[in-house]
């Protein structure tokens, strides 16, 4: 059994690089209302650099961090001889950075993977320590809706000219989902996650000192309702 990401890595941009992208206007957004044309920005679970490239690009400073070596080699590849980008091998949850931040991102359902609760108030207690006073916290989440919706589903992949399986299950009494990535040479990956509601979070985020003042349904930020799939939250540091 390979680690997670450790062979989905090679196929990650092609078929799921784009979600990444489609945060950039948010983010920029958020940072102009707060008339910072320059951020120093933390990314918690980069993946392959995607979003943190983009925000690079449009002269932010951002240190991405990732628990997959495999998936910060791309993007250290990815990103030679630019500057405002740094990369390197961290868990999100023990996370030690140096200085601190505008703004700090987690996205594409990473916090997900995060399947203990006292494992997230110990990543939200590091994501306050090392945001400037109101500086922003911004992740998406899926929830047990999207889990269920896709559980018992097998998809089929080809990409690059390699084919894998892609199996869903959610177990509601033990509230965790896991993905089966299977490969051709008999490989796979096993990837487990714990949805989170909105419900669930809003403790959290409070008790660690963060208060919500976006929350919102997909990029087109529809609203929030109890059977959302996926949840969008931009949470402001308050001490």
């Known amino acids: ?56 690009e449009c002269s932010h400073v951002v240190h991405g961090i990732d628990n997959s070596p495999e ?32 703004l700090i991102t987690c ?20 994501v306050v320590s ?8 911004i992740f998406d989440s899926n929830t047990r809706e999207l889990y269920l919706s896709h559980s018992g589903e097998t998809h089929k992949r080809e990409i690059n000219g390699q084919s894998f399986l892609q199996h869903c299950s959610y177990d509601s009494i033990r509230n965790m989902a896991t993905t089966v990535f299977s490969f051709s040479d008999g490989t796979y990956e096993i990837h487990k996650q714990r949805p ?11 008790g660690a000192g963060l208060h919500v003042v976006r929350l919102f349904s997909w ?11 996926k949840i969008f939250c931009v949470a402001e540091k308050h001490t």
């Open 71 to 102: 998936m910060i080699s791309i993007a250290k590849s990815k990103s030679i001889g630019m500057s405002r980008l740094s990369f390197d091998v961290q868990d999100m949850v023990h996370f030690d950075v140096d200085g601190k931040f505008d």
């Open 130 to 137: 090392v945001l400037y006073e109101g500086g922003l916290f």
């Open 219 to 229: 990029f087109e930020k529809m609203p929030y309702s109890s059977n959302t799939p």
């Open 196 to 206: 989170y509601d909105y419900n669930e979070l809003a403790p959290l985020l409070k």
């Open 1 to 56: 059994m390979l680690k997670p990401y450790e062979r989905l890595s090679q196929f990650y941009d092609v078929d799921w690089g784009d979600f990444s992208r489609q945060y950039v206007d948010l983010i920029n957004e958020l940072l102009q209302e707060r008339n910072l044309a320059q951020a120093r920005i933390l990314d918690l679970a980069c993946g392959t650099g995607t979003l943190a490239i983009c925000l690079a």
């Open 107 to 126: 996205t594409f359902d990473s916090i997900n993977y995060i399947r203990k609760l006292r494992d997230l108030r110990k990543m939200l207690g590091r």
